[in-house]
């Protein structure tokens, strides 16, 4: 049976359908207030979202060419399981607490809430995750080619190569973008959970493995006679079979890329944006963890479990390792079984989906927050401010994955899978040293955390992603093989004379190198400020109970705050419809009244509440300052609040930093005020 385009294409729309409706249920019990998705189950194996087209192809194509070094990429997430209950935990709760919506507004948190730190990591995020997203459209595209060309297209054959995979590729780009703007950028609130897409991504995780286990379990013994067969077979025939089994012990550079991938696998089942989006923002229940602890490293087994005998089987069925990216649909297709070809595809196209939407999402929320808005709030705020940001975080959700598409064009048909995604890996792995230094150290400070994540970059971009845009054409290969200028010292794979390490291990030692000498002298020779002081010891001591500050608690409780004034302060930002909205949800599950005031015992939790809403909008740091001045001066008008920030400008006790802070937090709600 040969599969028609139509036959494929229109099987794929079905199948995006069935998740559009999937999210839209769960969205509309979330509207009913019934989650269907605050369960340990689906946080489980929405953290599967780690498994790309990555683990679904590009698995096979690196075990069939460099053997087990494959499981690296799986085990080092699987070692990290040990410690989700002291250091995932410890994240939750101070995500929790600190209102943070992402990646970039953690690390920007820890240290005094800098926007500079913001931007520099959104920054990297964007362009590190280019390769990730372009894997992900060059898998669907060579696999719908495939599909679809069989039998006229067999191995050996260049995946992408025809023209219809420009129009594939640019195709899944614009449905996954439309997802990710339905289901990922309805509002404002960044801090709220995206329900549906939770949902779509936690079906996604069953029906890629259900998938890859079908085509693992066809291979292994339908086409031959269990796992013994398989790897007898491949050891009689294949002179290369003790290499794909075992480690080189006599190759340095060998052993450094096992280190290398480990350490980069490791860092990224929490560094990835999106990764980070679903353990940490979607999380409901901190207790979620332990089912995660051990149900996540079940699923990396699982869809792991085949792996190998996919790729020996693809060896020994089409005699050679060419498009062993793609054996599992070309041995499916090869044997006379076209519809299970096609469900390997859809297997396939949800492992790219659910990656390429969730991370978009992410970057979304962070562009937004720490790109934008810093230049949106030096512009007077209109009746149509709230409707201009949330289109413009629809725009960044675009914007990314229309860069990947733009890198996959350029760049991606000269790597094979796993190679592109390792590219990634080593750009968030830059944010390691200040989110984890950040956690546990309290003299780690800003300007450390800068130097480090801005050094290991450059590094990263002079050796890893400058050699693949040389490698297509972009620049001249003479800077390859001897140095810009002609100094070999320069040389971007073989830094300062180092030599014997790969590509990827090279680039990890000198950017981490730099990164976290960079992060420790900078914060062992410059001093925090006080407000870096103080995040730094909620973050560390998080789990520690906050003395309380009687002062401040006598002086709040004296002044009431009235519900429908923080109405008319939210409804600036966000819009008056989510303003009532928000307010509402909270008010019904608190209790409260509609027209009265915010009790007494009420007002931490209605704090928190108020910075969450309001730091979608205008980022962290503003929102933090605009709601404790507020709350410090309830009762007066909203001119008197600002006039608080008049004052403070002229403290000598307040810090520059600080006081640089609440200074834009007063220029924002100035003109807030010009509506009024």
Known sequence: MILSIELVLGTSLLYILVLFMVAYYADKKQELGQSIISNPLIYSLSIGVYATTWTYYGSVGRAATTGIDFLLIYLGPTLTTFFWWFVLRKIIRISKENNITSIADFISSRYGKSQPLGALVTIIAIVGIMPYIALQLKAVSSSFDIICGYPYIQLPFTP???PMSIHTSFLAALIFSL????????NLISSERHEGLVAAIAVESVVKLLAFMVIGLFVTYGLFDGFGDIFA???????????????DEDSISAHMNWFSTLWLSMGAILLLPRQFHVAVI?????????MAMWLFPAYMFLINLFVMPIAF?????????????YFVINLPLQSGHAWLALLAFLGGFSAAASMVIVESVAISTMFLNHLVMPVVVRFKPRDWFPLLLINLKRLGIFLVIFLGYLYQRIVGETYMLVNIGLISFAAVIQFGPALFGGLFWRRGNKTGAITGIFLGFVLWFYTLLMPSFIKC???????????????????PTELFGLTGLDTLSHAFFWSMFVNIAGYLICSIIFSQGSREEDQARKFVDIFIPAPQ??????????????????????????????????????????????D??????????FKRFAERTLAGSVGAAAAGAIIESYLSDQGSRMESVYDVFSTVRTSLAESKENLSVRLRASEIMNRTLDLQ
């Open 282 to 290: 979607e999380n409901s229940n901190e207790e979620h963890i332990k």
């Open 549 to 594: 500050n009687t002062q401040w608690e006598t002086k709040r409780l004296t002044k009431p705050v009235a519900i429908q004034q923080f109405v008319n302060l939210l409804s600036k930002f966000i819009g008056e419809p989510q303003a009532v909205a928000a307010i509402r949800e909270y008010r019904e599950s608190r209790n409260m009244d509609e």
């Open 160 to 162: 992408g190569a025809s």
């Open 313 to 325: 089987g693809g060896i020994l069925y089409s005699g050679g390792i060419f498009g062993a990216d």
């Open 233 to 247: 077979r491949m050891k009689a025939k294949e002179a290369a079979f003790d290499h794909l089994v075992t480690i």
């Open 473 to 491: 054409g972009w620049w001249h290969s003479d800077i390859l093989t001897n140095g810009p200028f002609g100094i070999e010292l320069l040389k």
């Open 179 to 186: 997802f990710g703007v339905i289901f990922g950028a309805r």
């Open 596 to 605: 009265g005031q915010v009790p007494e015992f009420e007002l931490p939790r």
